[in-house]
C-alpha cells in the first residue's frame, strides 16, 4: 500500500522473486483496497467518489524475476518487490536490501559523531 501511495498511478507492475510472487498474490487485492480508501477519505480529488471507481490495477511481472540472494550472493535480493509505471519510467524500490540501504545512510552522522569524537561541534550552551 506504501508503493501504491507513492506513485499513485492507475496501472502498477510488481517485480519480485520467485519464491514471493504468492506472498504478493495473496495481499495484492487488500492493499489495493485499502489504497482506494485511503484516497476517497484523504485526497480532495476523490471525495465524494466510491472506492471502487479508482482505478488500481496491480499486475505482477511473471516473466522476469528478481535474482534473489540464493542464486546469486553479490547481486541478489533478500525479498521485497520493485513497483513500476508508465513503461518502466516510474520505479519505486521497495526492496529489503534498499530498505536496508536507506537506514544505514540515515544512521551516517551518528556513526560518525561515535567514531570521530574530536569533529563534535561544541555545545552553545
Known amino acids: 500500500m506504501q508503493g501504491l501511495i507513492k506513485m499513485m498511478e492507475a496501472q502498477i507492475y510488481i517485480r519480485c522473486r520467485q519464491a514471493d510472487v504468492k506472498l504478493i498474490e495473496s495481499v495484492e487485492a487488500s492493499a489495493a483496497k485499502r489504497y482506494r480508501e485511503l484516497l476517497v477519505s484523504q485526497v480532495k480529488r476523490f471525495q465524494g467518489m466510491r472506492a471502487d471507481e479508482i482505478p488500481c490495477t496491480i499486475i ?6 528478481i535474482e534473489s540472494v540464493e542464486n546469486n550472493e553479490l ?6 518487490f ?7 519510467r516510474i520505479v ?3 526492496t529489503i536490501d534498499d ?6 545512510q ?3 552522522p551518528a556513526i560518525r559523531h ?3 569524537p574530536s569533529m563534535r561541534r561544541p555545545d552553545k550552551n
Not at 60 to 65: G, H, M, N, P, S
Not at 82 to 88: E, I, L, P, Q, V
Not at 99 to 104: A, Y
Open 60 to 65: 505482477i511481472d511473471k516473466k522476469q524475476y
Open 75 to 80: 547481486t541478489g535480493c533478500i525479498g521485497g
Open 82 to 88: 520493485k513497483m513500476f509505471a508508465k513503461k518502466g
Open 92 to 94: 519505486c524500490s521497495q
Open 99 to 104: 530498505r536496508i540501504e536507506l537506514c544505514f
Open 106 to 108: 540515515a544512521a551516517i
Open 114 to 116: 561515535m567514531l570521530f
